[in-house]
């Protein structure tokens, strides 16, 4: 029976009742609910819960079930030029085709992401601040591909130093306005130091006290805030304070966090935060603090600036790292149900990581590693007599066996096959490795300590260029050079000299090249 016939039989049998214009009615909420439901972003959620979006922020997608525009920016290194990234049709997925086709083997950097809000929000390089000088540093465009919905995406990937604010906007909550904002992110990519923020800022670039800040953290700085577990977690940063809570320090209801993909969440309105979180592949959002403004002094009424920042504290503090995907900022407080049906389509969505191959990297290929930092890029990964790694430069004029020392035979990862070791061609039968984060080259001892210590992820290069492998028992190290020795190094996490910041990107970025042997 068609639809039309139906609703004729069903009007005729409810006409006495008196029921058609609700029948009516409902059956056309319904029609209207299911086609929406195909085509809506979160912005249209919030919307028709009465906050709309201000803000709207993504690499990966539209945001608004109508947005057909352009998602952000790129700059090729080769020629200066850039170009807008768009949407494959209205309301879709970015089109990392063109990026691709634009930026061919040049590195890329994003230089705008655009506001999808109307409001003309858009985020950019970040100037200098009080806490560290500027311009910050532009995301590389390759750094953090991704999947949504099948569609390749690319992330921002935010290496300590790189920052993106908008200091002039329109609509954004100011003094004790209320607000709301979510940001999915990359789990597995976070640092310490102070702050990768997404959120609410001050409009000078300057620390002007408690309160003038309300921005979504993540993160294991203890600095100022902690929860369960070693980190990382996600917490508001209202301005000198991470806050897990409604105590400074310790609040035992924020846990540390560990999905792949991260949604991210921090409303505030006068005397009422909050902060949830939840797996943006699936499942719901937990409340991690709901309740009163802490009981310091400057945080009650709030005095927010409605600047926007990405990846940095509101003093421009860039000591930390991690990697955004989307994220909006709302008008008034949105409601839970709405938060709700957001994480449903940020689900819905289906982020997945993308798998990174190259066939110079397939087990059983030889392969030389070079460095890729100005600095080194005559320079090779090699492990010299005493096991020690460094790096060094090799020619076609080098000894024969410091080219064998500079050649790696490919394998899979001898404590997950998925990722990949690297065995010596010079000492078959021993492997790179780290031992208390130095790399060294060392026979197997059978050991699972052993397999893990000598097993590395492939993931896109850090810095734009090459690949970068992440260790596969400390998954926030990878594979550096450090004053021309080998480690593994964190992104400022770690304390030691080699997690130096500053070239942190570079260093960990490594170009495949013929094998020496
Ligand atoms: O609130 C934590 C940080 O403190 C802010 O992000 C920064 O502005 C200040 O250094």
Redesign the pocket.
Known sequence: MSLQTWLRRARRSLLATGTTAVLTATLIAGTETASHAATQGPCDLYASGGTPCVAAHSTTRALYGAYGGALYQVRRASDGATKDIGVLSAGGYANAAAQDAFCGTATCVITVIYDQSGKGNHLTQAPGGG?APGPDNLAPATAAPVTVAGHKAYGVYVAAGTGYRNNNTRGIAVGDQPEGMYAVLDGSHFGGG??F?YGNAETNNL?TGNGH?EAIYFGDSTI?GTGTGQGPWVMA??????FSGVNPGYNANNPSVSHRFLTAIVKGAPNLWAIKAGNAQSGALSTYYSGPRPNVPGYNPMHKEGAIILGI???N?KSSSGTFYEGVMTSGYPSDATENAVQANITAANYRTATITSSALTPGARVSLRASTPCCTGSYLRHNADSTVAISPITSASPAADKSDATWIVRAGLANSSCLSFESAAARGQYLRHFDHRLRTAASDNTALFNQDATFCLQAGHSGQGYSFQSANYPNRFLRHFEYTGYLAGDGVGGHTWDNVAYWAEDTSWLTAQPWS
């Not at 940063?237 to 991470?242: K, M, Q, S, T, V």
């Open positions: 806490a102070c702050c923020d620390d800040m100022w940063d209202l301005e000198n304070g991470l504290g509101g003093d503090s």
